[in-house]
């Protein structure tokens, strides 16, 4: 038995053929939605680090699309620079059962090197699934030990990464062990980094984007890997988890697909805010509550939100508070949406400090054990005026039973574009059009056109 | 009390000035001991899997040299090629009391960086100093728990990496903690591999140079990383080890040089050999043994040679040979010298397999008391007609006490450019006299002549 042997199998013998048509579906609008995250990483500064970074030590020219710049590079560099962009905003898609981002560590690196190969959309399209399903289970694998220090978009995404680019250089199902292998050996990502809200949370999904289409490049030019990468006793679970359970690598393959699982991020905020933050608005809404009603919130969580927001209490910069649940519920309490807008001009607001300090989390038996393949939302509001209300949801806006709809998806992309200036709304119109038609594109090319001067775009001020 | 941080202060501020003359000295050594490794790295199959992804994804021009292929690129690929190219032939460096190999993730991307930044050979010869003590101190602080599971070169490598080349783009203490952080986030490399000779330990040098050197560059950028990376609750310990120790991050700080602590390796072997494999060279010249007078021999170490040596008991490359005890020690009974052409040529062969499964290892209490300070080799040799010999070495061929002069670091550094072909004797001896005026330099040229037709040398058949 080699549980890890039978996902790179799956991994490099998915064909568009083999993936029913409602999951393709899906991953066209996982596409549409990853791109748009990756137009709203525009500007950003340690996107624009990581992309000056791609430019000065990568080819000035190549096949393969830099989104935030409009340059073209490798498809190393491009992978890298589109991964980071793509993750900054915080309204790249999650797989609840994994607590992981697949979008950004799939598409990155796929586009890049089907645009390299001169690839079919319908190859794209599988790539990714190949993609999604192995992080994801890679993701249910290491388990909620492992995700109390690592962030395993960053650890699981290498081998996301290895998986998609894998399936599109045509490995077989050995070459795809060895892929596997060297992603697994890579493996990286702390969430020390948001204590202070540093800037590594780019930095996983540039690495992990990176170090995947590396070792798939590498098996396919005979480098080998370790055979039993996930559970040999010096492997990823020896080393970074205490609950891996090897069963989940394979769970479902071939039939339960964990793509259509894939959830859309409403808010621009860590997803463990989420729950919270659509119960809370459904409370505000159902009692017609104004924020000055409220004297103090409880939120009912699992651990995991515990986990990664308690540390961030008093966040100064706006990718730090969409960690901080004080600040996603006050500003849900305000503008019944926590948008990029809404973080960029409101999260230091006097009005939004003053109750996100009177906002707690509690760790809630319900809530935790349904975690992470239900994320329940409770909050229980205690008013000025001496009542206690409660609210509940049980899928957030964005999850599978409660998803956005290809107009929603679209609108989200218009908005993101607008924000960053990363696109005009004419082009992202016409590239999201386009993207709808994605399985019928004979070869995969750029997104969005070259700029005029064929300069690439100025990032930052 | 942040002792990260205190590190990164101390790898910023080090010049050439704060140095010792004959830790300055030891540098020099190093620096031609690391640079004949990355010229044995020549034409090996994973080295050439590694730089021609190198040459595929990077540009074409640069100002940084590949030493296996004479060819020129960006200092991110040269450093990843070079790091891959160095560590193959197992004749890189060790610092015994870290297990740390620091030559081939220090060296790597600092002669990158200074070629590409034009800058002195003194300059050079400080940023690795901050590399080496860097490293150093990482790998210890990691501990003997951390080891176990991960290869302590590819994890600490990442800050050793970052500190050399932060120390050449002149950071800052302040940047340089950033560049920690970030670098810490990608640490990576498990020993898993080794189970099946997988080429692992090339892409975990290749990862470990290219990820440090990204890291200072970013830093550089403004990109911040997590302030307490090392001792943080979600940090490298957190994750990473089980008995890491802050105290030794910061141990004997810019009195103590662990740079001169460092071992050169005599034979061509994990160094977890080398102690047993030495006092089986002096009980044979002692008592004139032939390798038909030996029934069996138990070699008495410490765990650590256990965890990484105990799973290979059928070597089937020549890499993974230089992990089996006792393939290493037969070899020493027939040559008395376990380097690259006896493996190349004899690892398989059946009077090498016939000794080597006679050869087994016991932890011994004193030897693993002594671990990882001290390397003490102890051997048991029964011979056929029943005496029981013992030998003892207490620093094993090229320990500090013991260690190798600029003659043999001279006549070692041929021998592999002539095993390899990656250069030709002419080349070699002068580009190693050259080498010892580093000191000298005003600037960091191409250690190598570019090839006639300036078309980069062929590797592999």
Same mark, same amino acid.
């Given at each position: 038995?080699?549980?890890?042997?039978?996902?790179?199998?799956?991994?490099?013998?998915?064909?568009?053929?083999?993936?029913?048509?409602?999951?393709?579906?899906?991953?066209?609008?996982?596409?549409?939605?990853?791109?748009?995250?990756?137009?709203?990483?525009?500007?950003?500064?340690?996107?624009?680090?990581?992309?000056?970074?791609?430019?000065?030590?990568?080819?000035?020219?190549?096949?393969?699309?830099?989104?935030?710049?409009?340059?073209?590079?490798? !498809?190393?560099?491009?992978?890298?620079?589109?991964?980071?962009?793509?993750?900054?905003?915080?309204?790249?898609?999650?797989?609840?059962?994994?607590?992981?981002?697949?979008?950004?560590?799939?598409?990155? !690196?796929?586009?890049?090197?089907?645009?390299?190969?001169?690839?079919?959309?319908?190859?794209?399209?599988? =790539?990714?699934?190949?993609?999604?399903?192995?992080?994801?289970?890679?993701?249910?694998?290491?388990?909620?030990?492992?995700?109390?220090?690592?962030?395993?978009?960053?650890?699981?995404?290498?081998?996301?990464?290895?998986?998609?680019?894998?399936?599109?250089?045509?490995?077989?199902?050995?070459?795809?062990?060895?892929?596997?292998?060297?992603?697994?050996?890579?493996?990286?990502?702390?969430?020390?980094?948001?204590?202070?809200?540093?800037?590594?949370?780019?930095?996983?999904?540039?690495?992990?984007?990176? =170090?995947?289409?590396?070792?798939?490049?590498?098996?396919?030019?005979?480098?080998?890997?370790?055979?039993?990468?996930?559970?040999?006793?010096?492997?990823?679970? =020896?080393?970074?988890?205490?609950?891996?359970?090897?069963?989940?690598?394979?769970?479902?393959?071939?039939?339960?697909?964990?793509?259509?699982?894939?959830?859309?991020?409403?808010?621009?905020?860590?997803?463990?805010?989420?729950?919270?933050?659509?119960?809370?608005?459904?409370?505000?809404?159902?009692?017609?509550?104004?924020?000055?009603?409220?004297?103090?919130?409880?939120?009912?969580?699992?651990?995991?939100?515990?986990?990664?927001?308690?540390?961030?209490?008093?966040?100064?910069?706006?990718?730090?508070?969409?960690?901080?649940?004080?600040?996603?519920?006050?500003?849900?309490?305000?503008?019944?949406?926590?948008?990029?807008?809404?973080?960029?001009?409101?999260?230091?607001?006097?009005?939004?400090? =003053?109750?996100?300090?009177?906002?707690?989390?509690?760790?809630?038996?319900?809530?935790?054990?349904?975690?992470?393949?239900?994320?329940?939302?409770?909050?229980?509001?205690?008013?000025?005026?001496?009542?206690?209300?409660?609210?509940?949801?049980?899928?957030?806006?964005?999850?599978?039973?409660?998803?956005?709809?290809?107009?929603?998806?679209?609108?989200?992309?218009?908005?993101?574009?607008?924000?960053?200036?990363?696109?005009?709304?004419?082009?992202?119109?016409?590239?999201?059009?386009?993207?709808?038609?994605?399985?019928?594109?004979?070869?995969?090319?750029?997104?969005?056109?070259?700029?005029?001067?064929?300069?690439?775009?100025?990032?930052?001020?």
């Amino acid at each position: 038995m080699n549980a890890g042997a039978d996902l790179a199998g799956f991994a490099a013998g998915l064909r568009f053929e083999h993936i029913p048509g409602e999951v393709v579906r899906k991953t066209e609008d996982l596409l549409v939605d990853w791109f748009a995250s990756a137009v709203a990483g525009h500007g950003s500064r340690p996107v624009t680090a990581i992309s000056s970074f791609a430019q000065a030590m990568g080819p000035q020219q190549g096949a393969a699309e830099v989104i935030t710049t409009r340059r073209r590079s490798s !498809p190393y560099f491009a992978a890298m620079a589109n991964a980071a962009a793509s993750h900054v905003a915080e309204q790249d898609d999650v797989h609840n059962g994994s607590v992981f981002h697949p979008a950004t560590v799939v598409f990155s !690196p796929a586009l890049a090197v089907a645009q390299a190969l001169g690839a079919s959309g319908r190859q794209l399209l599988a =790539a990714c699934v190949a993609g999604y399903e192995t992080g994801i289970r890679v993701g249910e694998f290491l388990g909620r030990s492992h995700y109390k220090v690592f962030h395993t978009t960053g650890t699981a995404g290498t081998l996301a990464a290895a998986a998609a680019v894998g399936n599109l250089l045509g490995l077989d199902a050995q070459q795809m062990r060895h892929a596997f292998g060297s992603a697994g050996t890579q493996s990286a990502g702390l969430w020390e980094f948001l204590r202070t809200g540093a800037d590594s949370k780019q930095l996983h999904t540039a690495h992990a984007a990176a =170090a995947g289409l590396l070792s798939a490049y590498l098996a396919k030019d005979g480098f080998t890997g370790a055979d039993r990468i996930f559970d040999g006793p010096q492997g990823m679970a =020896a080393g970074m988890s205490s609950d891996a359970d090897a069963r989940k690598l394979t769970d479902g393959l071939g039939t339960r697909w964990a793509t259509a699982e894939t959830s859309f991020k409403y808010h621009a905020s860590c997803r463990h805010t989420h729950p919270a933050a659509d119960a809370l608005a459904a409370v505000m809404i159902e009692h017609a509550l104004k924020p000055a009603d409220i004297a103090r919130i409880v939120t009912h969580v699992h651990q995991g939100a515990i986990d990664v927001l308690g540390p961030v209490v008093d966040p100064v910069t706006v990718h730090q508070s969409k960690f901080s649940m004080g600040t996603v519920l006050a500003l849900v309490a305000h503008y019944r949406h926590a948008g990029l807008p809404e973080f960029e001009e409101h999260f230091r607001d006097d009005a939004i400090v =003053a109750l996100r300090d009177r906002i707690e989390m509690e760790r809630d038996p319900e809530v935790d054990g349904a975690y992470p393949r239900r994320w329940i939302g409770k909050v229980t509001v205690h008013t000025v005026d001496g009542r206690t209300l409660r609210g509940r949801v049980d899928e957030p806006k964005g999850d599978p039973g409660n998803t956005l709809s290809r107009d929603e998806i679209t609108a989200k992309a218009l908005q993101l574009a607008a924000f960053s200036g990363g696109a005009t709304e004419a082009e992202m119109r016409a590239a999201v059009q386009r993207l709808w038609q994605v399985a019928h594109w004979p070869r995969v090319d750029a997104l969005l056109p070259l700029p005029p001067a064929g300069e690439g775009r100025g990032e930052g001020a």
